[in-house]
């Protein structure tokens, strides 16, 4: 079993910036590919991005490719997603997720966080 909290959500105005963290506990972290995902009201859940157990290896939505960075700090037991440039349609709850086979079906991923809001004012 894995426990996972985001944190570092909130309003922000287009063009700015947010760093999400979602910590882990339970078994070893270290051992899941993590993915964030996001939902906006009215929309189905939709792939963010996804990293791979060691951190070498990261994909990306095309609709965030060049402004969010996702990355991984083991020893932490933490995973972050930096979005730079926000934009408005960017507004959604964003989720984090562990997965044994990090990709873009949400389907693939076991255990989910709560989710943080992300809300950007134009």
């Known amino acids: 079993q894995v426990q996972l909290v985001e944190s570092g959500g909130g309003l922000v105005q287009a063009g700015g910036s947010l760093r999400l963290s979602c910590a882990a506990s339970g078994r070893s972290f270290s051992r899941y590919g993590m993915g964030w995902f996001r939902q906006a009201p009215g929309k189905e859940r939709e792939f963010v991005a996804t990293i791979s157990w060691s951190g070498g290896s990261t994909f990306y939505a095309d609709s965030v490719q060049g402004r969010f960075t996702i990355s991984r700090d083991n020893g932490k037991s933490t995973v972050y997603l930096q979005m730079n440039s926000l934009k408005p349609e960017d507004t959604a709850v964003y989720y984090c997720?562990?997965?044994?086979?990090?990709?873009?079906?949400?389907?693939?991923?076991?255990?989910w966080g709560q989710g943080t809001q992300v809300t950007v004012s134009s």
């Open positions: 997720a562990a997965t044994n086979s990090p990709e873009v079906r949400w389907a693939s991923y076991t255990y």
